[in-house]
């Protein structure tokens, strides 16, 4: 009972709660301006390049010191960005490329989960771990072969050359397959009996039961193939099949006559608008998605 | 160190923020707790419970009214500075941490004067061990031991600062049900060596009347009694804690006092009379408590009811019943098991003992005394 | 037979996978080994003049390479802790917040989902000093004194700082969300624990907290140093292309250019620069594996 007398005494009471509230006060308005300048931090590059997507080439050349505001906005920048550099062109690719890899992803890595998840063959548990260790194999190691194997192929500066290889992905197989087995097996067995086929039960059920988790791998394929970068770059050297990356780093370095930085950032608004909207609307499910194991591709 | 809660309220904002109404977790609770006891706080799950223990323990600020240990108002110390221990239902043992080291986290915050060298927080961690009897295993991690030892450790590690008070949430739930038999004598034991005034929150009435030196019945926010577990069982203060109170629970039945007859259904069961109470001309509803103990089997007794089986349980026997005017669908007396029943018809008769039967306002469920004439 | 049909069946839903990995990913595996210890391979004539280490001494004394390697480890130094560090502290001031705590952990991610070629164009603009103006963060920098300094094409120990300080920007996003999930999922009671029994804030940080996210911690540094070892485009989006000549190459950047664009062409020593860079990382995340398993005990 030591504690007792050395820790309170009759008055101490009201002093505690004074010091105590004042404290948490000072503490919790420094940790909101911690998070603030980081906050500002995050922010400050997609401002700027907003902010400058609006001046004038001339406005923008002649402020020696940079403005933190635009006295008279243009929308010049974005037709020029539309005109001058084939964006438009890059942003349909972009949109091709990324649908079509995303689509056709689904349908291997559904197939593939659902033979791992409920079908049974020899060597299946064989065939399982060969997959998990290809998970190891970083793409810098693969990615010289299959440059050579495209190039070979005769598929560079084209569609299939800049899809094929981003087909399968064997982390999104083990996820779905973690998903497909949290289906009570019950399911499958009841269907058994009513004599639906594997593949029905697969369309049927599993599919709309796991589609919170399809959506998620599929939003995450999103991101990855819009930001994709080192492959189109590798594959295309033709304009006519350049992605918004490979495009953007196209512009920086030929584009507008290099010097023109305002319609450079209306550019990369472009660029960028779809994907945050993407985030805006899917945010819970894309954070959900990327801690659940997903790494910046 | 006595506690005496003043007028006690939380209130919490409602979880469904539509409800503007704010949730009242415990309301206007004023009772005192004697020194050195152990004490259990019993009510349904959801009663505020362990809010109140939240509350003694400072981990919450009460919206108003006080709270003393002792003399002194501890309402507005915070909680490290209450001297309190607490033992968490999930036990809360820090997994990275040994056994021994679990014991001595406490007493590695105490600074300045009371600091204490490596030696020392050993000898009274090692001390508290031995109390609890887990001094063999203080080397191991907590995963590593059964949640009767966890327990254990859990306590030692509430008790090594010597704290005035030892709060425990739910110490019981998370154990099998031969080690909560074991466990609860154990508890028992540690509070009587170590006189700490102890309070324990449960909804398991028997683990309570069984090692409490009093129980506080609660329900929904309110206080409903408090006193020795013999005497709430014996005089419970309203139909709730008549009900909660006893297995298998206590019967009810719809009945009415009309002059000095006590009638349930058309049988006259018992001659009594209301103390403080007036008896109104056309009679007065009330409800009728009796006990599964308080019927005597007995061929003249008052008081039929339609058998409806007869479970033989060893010790003693079980009589499954129906009543027009009981509550439940099946009635429940425990009889004897060398006791006869004769069912005529289908119909047993029973005597009551009027010790085990307690008489209840229709209205506000309050208890109303009375005696038998 | 319908036994034989059945497996026959399972096979099927696995052909596209098995297909698609089998021709991307385990034939170019085998083949990139093949590669590296081919001397002198011909691309268009696809015949080599023998097999041998010389690919590897070739890379191993290509000053390039040695640039290359020399930038990665730097980044790899700077960056893994500094993030992890960083994020760790942002993490924390956000799990002791309450009201604006969503929109916050919305800003904080957003640099995950945005196209880093893109923001880096922004970056360098931020950063680069032309003959119309200095930039922004020069101006910054003269409002407290300092001297312009050209991040883009000036000296090295500039170019460096822009580069970690984008790359941090960059992986600061994934690190504050698993550090702030890793914060949520320790049970509420170890901190009443240690509250009751009067805990100072820092021993509940280096005693309870730290240990008890450790898992996550240590997962952060194995996965950052696997990045930041790959770091590649975010360089180009800095320093354009050619990274050889702004003297910023990596690892991953110097494989690319020896496969292909003005420098490219040869295929065996980026499949031996390749294999080197995945043994420096296999060893790297064999060391972490090792140390981590001695700090987490649970």
Same mark, same amino acid.
């Given at each position: 009972?030591?504690?007792?007398?050395?820790?309170?005494?009759?008055?101490?009471?009201?002093?505690?709660?004074?010091?105590?509230?004042?404290?948490?006060?000072?503490? #919790?308005?420094?940790?909101?301006?911690?998070?603030?300048?980081?906050?500002?931090?995050?922010?400050?590059?997609?401002?700027?390049?907003?902010?400058?997507?609006? =001046?004038? #080439?001339?406005?923008?050349?002649?402020? #020696?010191?940079?403005?933190?505001?635009?006295?008279?906005?243009?929308?010049?920048?974005?037709?020029?960005?539309?005109?001058?550099?084939?964006?438009?062109?890059?942003?349909?690719?972009?949109?091709?490329?990324?649908?079509?890899?995303?689509?056709?992803?689904?349908?291997?890595?559904?197939?593939?989960?659902?033979?791992?998840?409920?079908?049974?063959?020899?060597? =299946?548990?064989?065939?399982?771990?060969?997959?998990?260790?290809?998970?190891?194999?970083?793409?810098?190691?693969?990615?010289?072969?299959?440059?050579?194997?495209?190039?070979?192929?005769?598929?560079?500066?084209?569609?299939?050359?800049?899809?094929?290889?981003?087909?399968?992905?064997?982390?999104?197989?083990?996820?779905?397959?973690?998903?497909?087995? #949290?289906?009570?097996?019950?399911?499958?067995?009841?269907?058994?009996?009513?004599?639906?086929?594997?593949?029905?039960?697969?369309?049927?059920?599993?599919?709309?039961?796991?589609?919170?988790?399809?959506?998620?791998?599929?939003?995450? =394929?999103?991101?990855?193939?819009?930001?994709?970068?080192?492959?189109?770059?590798?594959?295309?050297?033709?304009?006519?099949?350049?992605?918004?990356?490979?495009?953007?780093?196209?512009?920086?370095?030929?584009?507008?006559?290099?010097?023109?930085?305002?319609?450079?950032?209306?550019?990369?608004?472009?660029?960028?608008?779809?994907?945050?909207?993407?985030?805006?609307?899917?945010?819970?499910?894309?954070?959900?998605?990327?801690?659940?194991?997903?790494?910046?591709? | 160190?006595?506690?005496?809660?003043?007028?006690?309220?939380?209130?919490?904002?409602?979880?469904?923020?539509?409800?503007?109404?704010?949730?009242?977790?415990?309301?206007?609770?004023?009772?005192?707790?004697?020194?050195?006891?152990?004490?259990?706080?019993?009510?349904?799950?959801?009663?505020?419970?362990?809010?109140?223990?939240?509350?003694?323990?400072?981990?919450?600020?009460?919206?108003?009214?006080?709270?003393?240990?002792?003399?002194?108002?501890? @309402?507005?110390?915070?909680?490290?500075?209450?001297?309190?221990?607490?033992?968490?239902?999930?036990?809360?043992?820090?997994?990275?941490?040994?056994?021994?080291?679990?014991?001595?986290?406490?007493?590695?915050?105490?600074?300045?004067?009371?600091?204490? @060298?490596?030696?020392?927080?050993?000898?009274?961690?090692?001390?508290?061990?031995?109390?609890?009897?887990?001094?063999?295993?203080?080397?191991?991690?907590?995963?590593?031991?059964?949640?009767?030892?966890?327990?254990?450790?859990?306590?030692?590690?509430?008790?090594?600062?010597?704290?005035?008070?030892?709060?425990?949430?739910?110490?019981?739930?998370?154990?099998?049900?031969?080690?909560?038999?074991?466990?609860?004598?154990?508890?028992?034991?540690?509070?009587?060596?170590?006189?700490?005034?102890?309070?324990?929150?449960?909804?398991?009435?028997?683990?309570?009347?069984?090692?409490?030196?009093?129980?506080?019945?609660?329900?929904?926010?309110?206080?409903?009694?408090?006193?020795?577990?013999?005497?709430?069982?014996?005089?419970?203060?309203?139909?709730?804690?008549?009900?909660?109170?006893?297995?298998?629970?206590?019967?009810?039945?719809?009945?009415?006092?009309?002059?000095?007859?006590?009638?349930?259904?058309?049988?006259?069961?018992?001659?009594?009379?209301?103390?403080?109470?007036?008896?109104?001309?056309?009679?007065?509803?009330?409800?009728?408590?009796?006990?599964?103990?308080?019927?005597?089997?007995?061929?003249?007794?008052?008081?039929?009811?339609?058998?409806?089986?007869?479970?033989?349980?060893?010790?003693?026997?079980?009589?499954?019943?129906?009543?027009?005017?009981?509550?439940?669908?099946?009635?429940?007396?425990?009889?004897?098991?060398?006791?006869?029943?004769?069912?005529?018809?289908?119909?047993?008769?029973?005597?009551?003992?009027?010790?085990?039967?307690?008489?209840?306002?229709?209205?506000?469920?309050?208890?109303?005394?009375?005696?038998?004439? | 037979?319908?036994?034989?049909?059945?497996?026959?069946?399972?096979?099927?839903?696995?052909?596209?996978?098995?297909?698609?990995?089998?021709?991307?990913?385990?034939?170019?595996?085998?083949?990139?080994?093949?590669?590296?210890?081919?001397?002198?391979?011909?691309?268009?004539?696809?015949?080599?003049?023998?097999? &041998?280490?010389?690919?590897?001494?070739?890379?191993?004394?290509?000053?390039?390479?040695?640039?290359?390697?020399?930038?990665?480890?730097?980044?790899?130094?700077?960056?893994?802790?500094?993030?992890?560090?960083?994020?760790?502290?942002?993490?924390?001031?956000?799990?002791?917040?309450?009201?604006?705590?969503?929109?916050?952990?919305?800003?904080?991610?957003?640099?995950?989902?945005?196209?880093?070629?893109?923001?880096?164009?922004?970056?360098?603009?931020?950063?680069?000093?032309?003959?119309?103006?200095?930039?922004?963060?020069?101006?910054?920098?003269?409002?407290?004194?300092?001297?312009?300094?050209?991040?883009?094409?000036?000296?090295?120990?500039?170019?460096?700082?822009?580069?970690?300080?984008?790359?941090?920007?960059?992986?600061?996003?994934?690190?504050?969300?698993?550090?702030?999930?890793?914060?949520?999922?320790?049970?509420?009671?170890?901190?009443?624990?240690?509250?009751?029994?009067?805990?100072?804030?820092?021993?509940?940080?280096?005693?309870?907290?730290?240990?008890?996210?450790?898992?996550?911690?240590?997962?952060?540094?194995?996965?950052?140093?696997?990045?930041?070892?790959?770091?590649?485009?975010?360089?180009?989006?800095?320093? &354009?292309?050619?990274?050889?000549?702004?003297?910023?190459?990596?690892?991953?950047?110097?494989?690319?250019?020896?496969?292909?664009?003005?420098? &490219? &062409?040869?295929?065996?020593?980026?499949?031996?620069?390749?294999?080197?860079?995945?043994?420096?990382?296999?060893?790297?995340?064999?060391?972490?594996?090792?140390?981590? *398993? *001695?700090?987490?005990?649970?």
């Amino acid at each position: 009972m030591a504690t007792e007398n050395a820790t309170f005494s009759g008055t101490a009471s009201t002093d505690f709660t004074g010091a105590v509230k004042r404290r948490r006060i000072i503490r #919790q308005a420094l940790l909101y301006l911690f998070l603030t300048v980081w906050a500002a931090a995050v922010l400050f590059p997609f401002y700027w390049m907003v902010l400058t997507s609006f =001046k004038t #080439q001339a406005s923008y050349n002649s402020e #020696q010191r940079p403005k933190f505001y635009v006295s008279a906005p243009t929308t010049e920048n974005y037709s020029e960005a539309f005109t001058a550099v084939p964006l438009a062109r890059y942003f349909g690719n972009t949109l091709v490329y990324t649908i079509v890899t995303t689509g056709l992803m689904m349908v291997v890595i559904i197939l593939a989960a659902f033979a791992f998840a409920r079908l049974e063959f020899k060597g =299946k548990t064989f065939v399982f771990t060969l997959f998990l260790s290809l998970m190891m194999i970083p793409s810098e190691l693969v990615i010289i072969t299959n440059y050579v194997t495209i190039t070979e192929w005769n598929l560079r500066n084209s569609f299939p050359g800049l899809i094929l290889p981003s087909i399968t992905s064997v982390f999104y197989i083990y996820l779905l397959k973690e998903t497909f087995e #949290q289906i009570p097996n019950e399911l499958y067995k009841a269907a058994k009996v009513d004599g639906t086929s594997d593949f029905k039960y697969l369309r049927r059920v599993m599919i709309p039961i796991a589609r919170p988790t399809l959506v998620t791998i599929a939003i995450l =394929k999103v991101i990855e193939c819009w930001n994709s970068y080192v492959w189109p770059r590798l594959i295309t050297d033709k304009p006519e099949y350049f992605l918004v990356s490979n495009g953007i780093q196209e512009i920086r370095e030929h584009g507008f006559g290099r010097d023109n930085i305002p319609a450079m950032m209306a550019a990369v608004v472009v660029i960028s608008i779809p994907l945050i909207v993407l985030f805006l609307v899917f945010r819970n499910k894309i954070m959900e998605g990327v801690s659940r194991g997903g790494t910046k591709a | 160190m006595k506690i005496t809660l003043d007028h006690l309220t939380k209130r919490f904002p409602n979880r469904n923020k539509k409800i503007r109404e704010d949730v009242i977790a415990v309301n206007d609770f004023t009772f005192e707790i004697p020194d050195g006891k152990l004490i259990g706080l019993l009510g349904p799950s959801g009663c505020g419970k362990s809010t109140t223990l939240n509350l003694i323990s400072g981990l919450e600020m009460p919206s108003s009214g006080r709270i003393y240990f002792g003399d002194t108002d501890v @309402t507005d110390v915070p909680a490290e500075h209450r001297g309190v221990g607490l033992v968490f239902q999930n036990y809360a043992l820090y997994p990275h941490l040994t056994v021994l080291d679990n014991i001595m986290f406490p007493l590695g915050n105490l600074r300045g004067s009371e600091k204490l @060298t490596k030696e020392q927080m050993r000898d009274k961690a090692m001390e508290v061990a031995k109390l609890v009897q887990i001094d063999e295993l203080i080397e191991r991690r907590p995963k590593e031991l059964s949640g009767g030892q966890q327990q254990r450790v859990a306590i030692a590690r509430a008790l090594v600062k010597m704290p005035s008070v030892l709060l425990l949430d739910e110490p019981l739930s998370n154990l099998d049900a031969r080690l909560r038999l074991q466990t609860r004598e154990e508890l028992a034991r540690i509070q009587h060596e170590t006189g700490i005034t102890t309070v324990f929150v449960t909804h398991d009435q028997e683990e309570a009347m069984s090692i409490s030196d009093q129980i506080v019945v609660m329900k929904d926010g309110l206080f409903q009694q408090m006193g020795k577990p013999q005497d709430v069982y014996d005089h419970p203060d309203n139909l709730f804690v008549a009900k909660f109170l006893g297995t298998p629970p206590i019967n009810v039945f719809e009945g009415t006092v009309k002059g000095d007859k006590l009638f349930v259904g058309d049988e006259a069961i018992l001659s009594l009379k209301l103390e403080n109470a007036e008896v109104p001309e056309d009679g007065r509803k009330v409800y009728v408590g009796i006990r599964p103990e308080g019927f005597i089997p007995a061929e003249d007794g008052e008081f039929s009811v339609s058998l409806s089986k007869i479970e033989v349980m060893g010790r003693d026997t079980s009589v499954v019943a129906t009543h027009p005017a009981a509550q439940a669908a099946t009635i429940r007396a425990i009889i004897a098991s060398d006791a006869p029943v004769n069912a005529k018809d289908g119909t047993v008769r029973f005597r009551i003992k009027p010790a085990k039967l307690h008489l209840f306002d229709s209205a506000d469920e309050t208890r109303i005394d009375f005696h038998v004439i | 037979m319908k036994e034989k049909l059945r497996q026959y069946k399972a096979w099927l839903y696995l052909l596209p996978a098995i297909l698609f990995l089998g021709v991307f990913m385990v034939y170019p595996l085998v083949d990139v080994i093949v590669y590296s210890f081919e001397e002198g391979f011909n691309f268009v004539t696809r015949t080599s003049q023998g097999t &041998g280490f010389f690919n590897y001494s070739y890379v191993l004394h290509d000053p390039y390479f040695v640039q290359a390697l020399k930038n990665t480890f730097l980044i790899v130094i700077i960056t893994v802790p500094v993030s992890t560090g960083f994020a760790l502290l942002l993490s924390l001031a956000l799990s002791s917040i309450k009201p604006l705590r969503n929109l916050y952990q919305t800003v904080y991610f957003l640099p995950y989902v945005t196209n880093t070629l893109a923001v880096g164009l922004v970056f360098m603009v931020l950063f680069k000093k032309t003959a119309y103006t200095d930039g922004m963060v020069n101006l910054l920098l003269n409002a407290f004194g300092a001297p312009s300094v050209d991040f883009i094409d000036g000296p090295y120990w500039a170019k460096m700082l822009v580069m970690c300080i984008y790359t941090v920007w960059v992986v600061l996003p994934f690190k504050v969300l698993i550090l702030t999930s890793a914060l949520a999922s320790v049970n509420p009671d170890y901190y009443k624990a240690a509250r009751v029994d009067g805990t100072r804030p820092s021993r509940i940080f280096f005693k309870i907290t730290l240990p008890m996210i450790s898992p996550m911690v240590f997962y952060l540094i194995i996965t950052g140093f696997i990045g930041a070892f790959k770091a590649y485009s975010d360089e180009v989006a800095l320093f &354009g292309t050619d990274l050889n000549a702004a003297g910023m190459n990596t690892m991953v950047g110097y494989v690319y250019d020896m496969l292909y664009g003005a420098s &490219g &062409g040869y295929p065996s020593y980026a499949s031996a620069a390749a294999l080197l860079l995945f043994l420096i990382v296999l060893t790297i995340t064999c060391i972490n594996l090792m140390v981590s *398993r *001695r700090s987490v005990h649970y």
